[in-house]
């Protein structure tokens, strides 16, 4: 009896301590500038949650102060709901010049009821072309979902609520250029791109539905030194390996909602996939 509320005692403790640290590292007054669109940036609730608009004449964005080399960072986004169809929420790190590397999670909208896809890629030294797109196995627009990168020198994840779907190995070993000198800002903007998201630009974004809105809350960034994660065990993202249950996650999510694998098109690489696609899987 007096063990089980000891615990209890110590769990509320730890549920407080890490109340505190979650509010105090998301204020978005304190880690982001609004940089684009005017009034269609926002930030409410004290910093708390910060909204993205899109009408006819302009979208909006923000970025962070901060620039990150390496580390986990956390974002829960609540997508544009209703007929989103030609809006994409595009949500990256990035750093500067020619030569930039970038980490990409894009949203291409949908019309009511339809999926939105989940758009990924990763660029090293000025060089992309590495996407992979995805289906959500849950609606985006109706619920705030945590959007993930964690960034390592041996390897990038991607992952949504935890779960891994993607991972982007370090191959420099085999002359394939990773990000791991330039620091990355992170970036957030809504912007209309109906000549292309939308079923390759069929479907037109319905201006009476305007303004289309995104809503950003619970960000949070952690230094490379603490990275760990819930999911799967620290040793296993140091051993450069997800563990079995983070491989079990990544290879269901591959299987029941990947819709494009740059390394399985042939078509678009007649001298043959990219290397870092040879590697064993994922
Ligand atoms: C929209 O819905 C259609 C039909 O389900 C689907 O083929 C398409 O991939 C979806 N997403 C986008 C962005 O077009």
């Not at 109706?142 to 190995?169: C, E, G, M």
């Not at 809503?215 to 603490?226: G, I, P, V």
Request: include cysteine.
């Amino acid at each position: 009896m007096a063990y089980s509320i000891g615990i209890n005692s110590m769990l509320i403790g730890v549920m407080i301590i890490s109340s505190l640290v979650a509010t105090c590292s998301a204020n978005f007054n304190q880690d982001f500038d609004l940089t684009w669109g005017d009034h269609r940036a926002k930030i409410f609730n004290g910093g708390q949650l910060l909204s993205l608009s899109l009408d006819k004449t302009s979208g909006s964005g923000f970025q962070s102060k901060k620039e990150y080399l390496f580390g986990r960072i956390d974002m829960q986004l609540k997508l544009v709901a209703g007929n989103s169809a030609g809006t994409v929420t595009a949500y990256y790190l990035s750093s500067q010049g020619p030569t930039h590397d970038e980490i990409d999670f894009e949203f291409l909208g949908n019309v009511s009821g339809d999926p939105y896809i989940l758009h990924t890629n990763v660029f090293s030294q000025g060089k992309g072309n590495r996407e992979q797109q995805f289906y959500l196995w849950f609606d985006p627009t109706k619920n705030f979902h945590t959007y993930s990168i964690i960034w390592k020198p041996q390897h990038i994840i991607f992952l949504v609520d935890n779960t891994p779907i993607r991972i982007f190995k370090n191959a420099e070993s085999i002359g394939i250029p990773f990000p791991k000198n330039q620091p990355m800002r992170i970036y957030s903007s809504l912007w209309n791109a109906d000549d292309w998201a939308t079923r390759g630009g069929l479907v037109k974004t319905d201006w009476s539905k305007a303004p289309f809105t995104a809503y950003y809350r619970n960000f949070k960034a952690t230094e490379l030194s603490s990275v760990s994660s819930t999911s799967f065990s620290d040793s296993a993202l140091q051993s450069n390996e997800l563990d079995a249950y983070g491989r079990r996650r990544l290879r269901w999510v591959q299987k029941y909602f990947m819709i494009y694998n740059y390394c399985n098109d042939l078509k678009r690489f007649p001298e043959g996939i990219p290397a870092e696609c040879k590697r064993p899987r994922f």
